[in-house]
């Protein structure tokens, strides 16, 4: 097959209605995680997506038992499991990492016994846990455009005082920032922006999509307002040629993402004089 036949291929495929979707729906997802994924890994949050990912098949199992839809309960239950671990993390003095892999781990076994009540629905798990990009919906690309552009509102309209409680928390507290109450919202919208990503990334690979684009940022950027757009951009680009490189090759739409995402910042670490943002 010659590069011509290939890419002419690739371009039909393109012009296939659930094909645009599915590319939409992975530059809404990179730029969400990258947008917020840029504050996540400052204020060591690294590990919550990720958590949240896995404690999702709890959701997932009760909405089953209860005869829902899955996708209708993941928002609800990342809501609830966000305002579970800030309440957690307030209340306690147990370090974050080891709160949520109570939480998760916990989650996760409760929703595995209660999965083994619905032997039928594996198939349905199977794409949960993998993601299938390519059964984005328009109704998925309209909420998650309306979530990136609250998103984007609540970065613009706080930027000072998230800067400042990602890099000297007691200092923002003594200027009179609501410390707990935007806490709270960052991590409620983070909770959401992994909720509707889960359908087209997957539980496991979710947290690639919070973490990478915002880490390779990191070694790129020169200042704050840098850092937040390259992460958000690199986002968006890897799931642009995530998609290209699943389409040459027949590959899984997911892992091609984050094998982009890897390569970036790889690339990253090795562009010369490369300035590390100061957390």
């Known amino acids: 097959m010659t590069i011509e036949t290939e890419l002419t291929r690739v371009i039909g ?31 060591q949050l690294s590990f919550f997506s ?45 370090w974050t990492d080891a709160l949520l892999n109570i939480i998760y781990s916990s989650s996760l076994a409760v929703g595995i016994i209660l999965l083994s009540f619905r032997d039928e629905y594996q198939g349905g798990i199977s794409n949960i846990l993998f993601g299938d990009i390519l059964a984005v919906q328009t109704a998925d690309l309209v909420f998650g455009a ?12 706080t930027l000072r005082s998230q800067i400042l409680m990602t890099l000297n928390e007691p200092m923002a507290i003594a200027r009179g920032v609501n410390v707990s109450a935007q806490r709270t919202a960052f991590i409620v919208l983070l909770s959401l922006v992994v909720g509707i990503s889960i359908k087209a990334i997957g539980v496991l690979l979710i947290s690639a999509f919070v973490v990478i684009p915002a880490c390779a940022a990191r070694l790129l950027s020169r200042n704050f307002s840098h850092y937040i757009l390259i992460s958000a951009c ?8 995530g998609m ?29 004089k490369a300035r590390v943002l100061a957390p």
């Open 13 to 43: 495929l393109f012009q296939l209605p659930f094909m645009q979707r599915a590319l939409m729906g992975g530059v809404l997802t990179g730029l969400m995680g990258g947008l917020l994924g840029s504050f996540t890994i400052l204020r």
């Open 244 to 272: 290209l490189l699943s389409a040459l090759f027949d590959l899984p739409s997911g892992p091609s993402i984050v094998t982009v995402q890897l390569a970036m910042f790889l690339l990253a670490i090795l562009i010369p």
């Open 146 to 157: 309306l979530l990136l552009a609250v998103c984007a509102g609540f970065i613009g309209l």
């Open 234 to 241: 690199l986002g968006a680009l890897s799931a642009v040629f």
């Open 50 to 94: 990720d958590a949240l990912g896995h404690s999702a098949l709890l959701g997932i199992s009760i909405g089953l038992l209860l005869g829902f839809n899955p996708s209708w309960v993941l928002l609800p239950f990342a809501v609830v499991f966000a305002l579970v671990v800030t309440y957690f993390l307030e209340r306690t003095q147990l």
